[in-house]
């Protein structure tokens, strides 16, 4: 796999597992585009810790910033789970042929009960 | 886009093989098995290591002929013969360090042709990341999934 798209993985599902992190992307997701301060409203958490996981968020390409004027949007990118979605093909591909070899390897290895 | 589901963010594999468990189980266990499928056509595999009991680490290597040596390791987290393996996944890189962990859940189910098959694998952050968010990692996958674009 190349290095940038192990990064850019890495990076998904770190700001993925966190809850306050997690919650934020089902709001943005809900809502669709948010004001910046408008994210904080539903958490307890401070409005410092809630840009720092915006931070985290961008960095990991889940989610994007607009500017208009003297406001902040922030929503969910179109294509934030693309690194998943290739990493996941390539796991299927390595596996289904893993599995077609030991379901020969086991045939190969098993009398056959059922036509004796 | 729309119809995706989070069958799409966690790898998930279902075989009906025709054989019991307790066979299917083994060659996934006892080395000189495992080796007679684990490796890809043209590589050659071998084990270093198949400490097969929680907590026991398991490495393997694939060499192909013209290239170099890959590894893959990790640690068995759930060893239930004949109904249950789980284990953490990464491959190593050229000066043995371990890349992105994931966890890989085998389970092996009696059918009256032979054993159900499925195999399971996700990505986590870390083993307590993974047992306090996998749950909501589902979740959120499957709403992003459905609504990001």
Not at chain 2, 20 to 40: H, I, N, Q, S, Y
Not at chain 2, 60 to 81: C, D, K, N, Q
Not at chain 2, 137 to 146: A, I, N, Q, V, Y
Request: aromatic residues 8%; contains cysteine; charged residues 25%.
């Amino acid at each position: 796999m190349p290095a940038v798209h192990a990064l850019q993985l890495d990076n998904v599902f770190a700001a993925l597992a966190d809850q306050t992190r997690r919650a934020i992307v089902e709001r943005l997701l809900a809502e669709g585009e948010l004001n910046v301060g408008d994210v904080a409203a539903p958490f307890a958490v401070t409005p410092s810790a809630i840009s720092r996981h915006l931070q985290v968020l961008e960095l990991a390409g889940l989610i994007e910033r607009r500017i208009e004027r003297q406001w902040r949007f922030v929503r969910v990118r179109a294509d934030a789970l693309a690194p998943v979605e290739s990493w996941l093909s390539r796991q299927r591909r390595n596996w289904a042929g893993a599995l077609d070899r030991l379901e020969s390897a086991v045939a190969a290895q098993t009398p056959r009960r059922q036509k004796s | 886009m729309s119809d995706h589901t989070m069958e799409e963010t966690v790898l998930r594999l279902e075989r009906l093989i025709p054989a019991p468990p307790e066979v299917l189980f083994a060659f996934w266990t006892e080395p000189a098995k495992l080796l007679t499928w684990w490796g890809p056509d043209g590589y050659e595999a071998s084990v270093h290591s198949l400490d097969t009991e929680p907590g026991g680490r398991w490495r393997i290597t694939l060499r192909r002929s013209g290239s170099g040596v890959r590894a893959v390791s990790g640690v068995y987290r759930i060893v239930e013969p004949p109904r249950r393996l789980a284990f953490t996944w990464a491959w190593e890189d050229e000066s043995g360090t371990r890349g992105q962990e994931t966890e890989v859940t085998v389970t092996f189910e009696a059918t009256p042709g032979g054993t159900r098959l499925v195999l399971v694998q996700q990505r986590f952050e870390s083993k307590q990341a993974c047992d306090n968010h996998i749950v909501g990692w589902s979740s959120s996958f499957d709403r992003l999934t459905k609504t990001a674009r």
